[in-house]
């Protein structure tokens, strides 16, 4: 495995340096100037494995530490909200891509590639469009065409530029969703409910119009190896086996990996789901991890256990490994840079302690062990 996966990054080096014009198709070596060699970018780059964040529009340029962050430790960003449908039409037809272009020439600014996040969602739609559903004055043909332009239209200001688009997120049924469909899509998702099943092939075939090197991603959480009877892994193993099999233009999975150590963590079980949605010619990608524990406070995020703490760097590190074992693991993302600047305190009242930095931007032992888990997976055989 090893040995196969620097023939294969060497292979890779040789090819884009002097074959392959296009950084947009594959993670390319990580020949940005100022990325220090022990870098998580570099390290990933070296096994041919993006390093992610998730990048909060409001800091990046802004907050100079933040920033400088994001440019050296990471070799692929994603838009914590800026490319959310909310964010980019506000107003009916009146497009906003301020915020997201930024980001976007950042990226190309270093050397970084870019996961485009979300065309097909349930939450962050503008209210324009919630409210026009709610009154009935949207009608259905109306909502179907307003997506598929909403689609079209993002897929397309963005084209060439995107790596990985999370083209649908999220419309799957958990254990506690009462109204699963019998494949195990979600039948209160907003778009479920309102357009039927066919609209996730639906957005995958728009996406692929409007850009059709972009690789097209189905995102979600706990389908890997998280949930205790693993039925939602089964749910949309199957569904996107199925697409596949009808010939939708659907590229990967992403696991988003948003882990709480008081629920345990099935490592094992993680890297074979991961490895199943890759054997049915996937790629996979880890797209959101963080892992969160009970604190403190939401100011200091101190966890308030010691095995807790332990827990939190090992769940981390593990989810990496296992992305690292699955050949087509192409990247893994962290769900932004530092605890100060983080979803979980917000959403899980009393956790915390969820990223790689610490409230200061101190690294924390997360980092520490996703730093070593690299240099092991980059490291020459012994003998
Ligand atoms: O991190 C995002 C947070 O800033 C937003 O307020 C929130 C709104 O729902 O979305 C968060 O990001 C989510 C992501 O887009 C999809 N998967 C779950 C993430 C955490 O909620």
């Given at each position: 495995m090893?040995l ?40 990933g ?9 998730a990048v ?15 440019a050296?430790?990471?070799?692929v ?5 800026a490319?959310?449908w909310e ?6 037809g ?8 930024r980001?976007?020439s950042f ?10 996040h ?16 709610d ?9 179907r ?20 688009w ?5 419309v799957?049924?958990?254990s ?21 099943e066919g609209v996730v ?5 728009w996406?692929h ?5 972009a ?6 959480y706990n ?7 693993n ?5 949309v ?14 590229d990967?999975v992403?696991?988003?990996?948003h882990?709480d ?9 993680f890297?074979a ?8 010619g ?14 403190n406070?939401s100011?200091e ?12 760097p090992f ?18 993302t962290?769900w932004?840079?530092y ?5 979980i305190?917000?959403t899980?009242a ?9 409230v200061?931007k101190?690294p924390?032992?997360?980092?520490y ?15």
């Amino acid at each position: 495995m090893k040995l196969r996966r620097q023939l294969a990054a060497a292979a890779a080096t040789a090819a884009v340096l002097m074959l392959v014009p296009s950084a947009v198709a594959t993670a390319s070596p990580d020949k940005h100037p100022k990325v220090p060699a022990d870098s998580l970018r570099a390290l990933g780059a070296q096994q041919k494995l993006g390093i992610g964040t998730a990048v909060d529009d409001a800091r990046l340029g802004s907050d100079r530490a933040y920033t400088d962050l994001v440019a050296n430790q990471f070799s692929v960003v994603t838009a914590e909200n800026a490319m959310k449908w909310e964010s980019v039409e506000p107003a009916r037809g009146s497009y906003d891509w301020a915020a997201a272009d930024r980001l976007v020439s950042f990226a190309g600014q270093h050397g970084q590639q870019v996961r485009g996040h979300t065309l097909l969602w349930h939450n962050q739609l503008p209210s324009w469009l919630t409210t026009g559903v709610d009154d009935g004055t949207v009608t259905k043909g109306q909502l179907r065409e307003i997506l598929r332009k909403h689609v079209t239209d993002e897929v397309t200001h963005f084209r060439g530029r995107i790596w990985q688009w999370d083209v649908a997120n999220e419309v799957f049924a958990n254990s506690w969703d009462p109204n699963p469909l019998p494949d195990g899509l979600n039948g209160d998702d907003f778009w479920i409910r309102n357009l039927g099943e066919g609209v996730v092939a639906d957005v995958f075939r728009w996406a692929h119009q409007a850009d059709p090197k972009a690789l097209l991603f189905y995102n979600d959480y706990n389908i890997s190896g998280q949930d205790g009877t693993n039925a939602k892994f089964r749910a949309v193993h199957d569904f996107v086996a199925k697409l596949r099999a009808q010939g939708v233009p659907i590229d990967g999975v992403g696991e988003q990996g948003h882990l709480d150590t008081q629920y345990g963590f099935d490592a094992q079980r993680f890297q074979a789901d991961l490895q199943s949605y890759g054997d049915l010619g996937l790629k996979v990608a880890v797209t959101e991890a963080d892992v969160r524990t009970f604190v403190n406070n939401s100011t200091e995020q101190v966890p308030t256990s010691q095995p807790a703490a332990f827990a939190q760097p090992f769940e981390f590190s593990e989810m990496l490994k296992g992305c690292q074992l699955v050949d087509q693991c192409i990247s893994f993302t962290a769900w932004g840079v530092y605890d100060g600047d983080s979803w979980i305190p917000g959403t899980f009242a009393g956790t915390g302690y969820g990223l790689l930095y610490d409230v200061d931007k101190a690294p924390k032992p997360a980092y520490y062990a996703l730093q070593q888990d690299l240099r092991l997976g980059a490291r020459p055989q012994k003998h």
